[in-house]
């Protein structure tokens, strides 16, 4: 079965920087758009970035534009987010995905891992 399991969320001060993985199997990573997104609290879940099978990168969102990088290490089916001078307004619980799609009923994905917790305080 499809697996997601981020990893590296903590607590960080304003204008530092993170990276989170999420690390993936049961299926074909390769072949996969993958795609990261964050529930801040009390809001709804909002895309990021997605990354395409060819690595072509998509941005969701203009407040991470040129702040936050996705990538991907196929060769360890792994997902990456290079999280740079983060804002208060990050803080939220950070999740990669699969099967994210638009449809008339708004934006979903089918799988989602467990998520890992960015907090940006000082």
């Known amino acids: 079965q499809v697996q997601l399991v981020e990893s590296g969320g903590g607590l960080v001060q304003p204008g530092g920087s993170l990276r989170l993985s999420c690390e993936t199997s049961?299926?074909?990573?390769?072949?996969?758009?993958m795609y990261w997104v964050r529930q801040a609290p009390g809001k709804g879940l909002e895309w990021l970035l997605g990354?395409?099978?060819?690595?072509?990168?998509?941005t969701y969102v203009e407040s991470v534009k040129d702040r936050f990088t996705i990538s991907r290490d196929n060769a360890r089916n792994t997902l990456f987010l290079q999280m740079n001078n983060l804002k208060s307004d990050d803080t939220a619980v950070y999740y990669c995905?699969?099967?994210?799609?638009?449809?008339?009923?708004?934006?979903?994905?089918?799988?989602r891992g467990q998520g890992t917790q960015v907090t940006v305080s000082s």
């Open positions: 049961g299926f074909s990573f390769s072949r996969s758009g």
């Open positions: 995905a699969k099967g994210c799609r638009i449809t008339t009923g708004g934006r979903i994905c089918d799988y």
């Open positions: 990354i395409e099978a060819t690595g072509r990168a998509l």
